[in-house]
């Protein structure tokens, strides 16, 4: 995708609830992949789900699942059973040409004990 | 463990000077990615190699070159650093670098510009 965009700058759930994290994107490519990465504070990025844009079927992952409505342009990351170790900053990026990866300016999820 | 080592972790260093970071890709991974994370301009893609060769250009400052040499780990040169240069720069790499292979990302390498 050439732009995504993140408007939720962020989001807090309780422990063991569910959270919905949403994306849109925008793109002129045809074959594209969009991503769930995952920074917590160690700065590290941490792949978390990814989704082929031909596939209707939308990816699982554990706790992690995403919603992608391909006409809309959405993507969005559901997070069931939040744990302490999910607050963290949520990317979306996707692909373009070359696997090149574009981010929006992420969500900074927190996780409420 | 992604299996893609950035060194060093830290540097700081002071304005005009020159630096270096080293990025060592996953085993069997091809393609080399450099993104720049800095607080008020979120994560840059800055550029990428494929096999030794450039494919793709992004924000990268003229200042800033880099290369993958032949056994597939890439350097990223920063020169005449200036204070806005502080960030944390990050390698990643795929397999293919087409547009189904995820980035693997390293641990960053922060630069502060004293």
């Known amino acids: 995708a050439q732009t995504v965009t993140q408007s939720q700058p962020e989001m807090s759930v309780q422990e063991a609830e569910t959270v919905t994290l949403s994306c849109t994107y925008d793109t002129s490519e045809s074959d594209y992949y969009l991503f769930w990465y995952k920074q917590p504070p160690s700065r590290q990025m941490i792949l978390v789900i990814r989704?082929?844009?031909?596939?209707?079927q939308n990816a699982t992952e554990n706790r992690f699942s995403v919603n992608f409505q391909k006409a809309a342009k959405s993507f969005s990351l559901k997070i069931s059973d939040s744990q302490l170790g999910d607050a963290a900053m949520y990317f979306c990026?996707?692909?373009?040409?070359?696997?090149?990866?574009?981010f929006g300016k992420g969500i900074t999820l927190s996780v409420r004990p | 463990d992604s299996g893609v080592t950035q060194t060093p972790k830290h540097l700081i260093t002071a304005t005009g000077q020159r630096v270096t970071l080293r990025c060592s890709p996953r085993?069997?991974?091809?393609?080399v990615y450099w993104y720049q994370q800095s607080l008020d301009q979120g994560l840059q893609f800055l550029i990428q190699?494929?096999?030794?060769?450039?494919?793709a250009k992004g924000n990268i400052l003229e200042r800033f070159s880099a290369q993958q040499f032949p056994d597939l780990h890439s350097e990223l040169n920063l020169s005449s650093l200036e204070l806005g240069d502080s960030a944390l720069y990050f390698c990643?790499?795929?397999?293919?670098?087409?547009?189904?292979?995820?980035?693997?990302f390293g641990n960053g390498t922060r630069l502060t510009v004293t």
């Open positions: 085993s069997g991974d091809l393609s």
């Open positions: 989704q082929e844009a031909y596939k209707q």
């Open positions: 990643a790499s795929s397999v293919r670098g087409a547009t189904n292979s995820p980035l693997h």
């Open positions: 990026p996707g692909t373009g040409a070359n696997s090149k990866l574009t």
């Open positions: 190699y494929y096999n030794g060769e450039e494919r």
